[in-house]
């Protein structure tokens, strides 16, 4: 069984992804705050990353989380699909959201 390189893995993935929102790197690791030589080390699979830079990744690229574990072939992934699954769930968060805010405002306020 061929070994699987994770890091390797989730840092082409974010350099595929910094292409699709048409960042640079030094736009993604100024907003992820930390140093492009860093995202380097971290894009070639030489280090990976804590969880919190993760979340700020994740934010930042505006991905599914399992979405920088994948590549192409290696299992079924429609990223269409997903990426639709992501709307939604943003959207209903998004409602939620604002009618919280208007009960809060109707009860208290």
């Known amino acids: 069984m061929e070994e699987i390189n994770i890091r390797k893995i989730f840092g082409g993935n974010i350099k595929k992804y910094m292409k699709t929102r048409w960042l640079s790197q030094e736009q993604l690791s100024e907003r992820l705050g930390i140093t492009p030589n860093h995202l380097s080390v971290i894009e070639t699979g030489v280090k990976f990353v804590s969880y919190k ?17 994948f590549t192409e072939g290696s299992a079924p992934f429609d990223e269409s699909k997903i990426n639709k699954i992501n709307e939604i769930i943003q959207k209903e968060l998004s409602l939620c959201a604002t009618k919280i805010q208007d009960k809060i405002q109707e009860e208290i306020f």
């Open 53 to 69: 830079l993760l979340e700020k990744i994740i934010t930042e690229l505006q991905v599914m989380p399992m979405s920088l574990f």
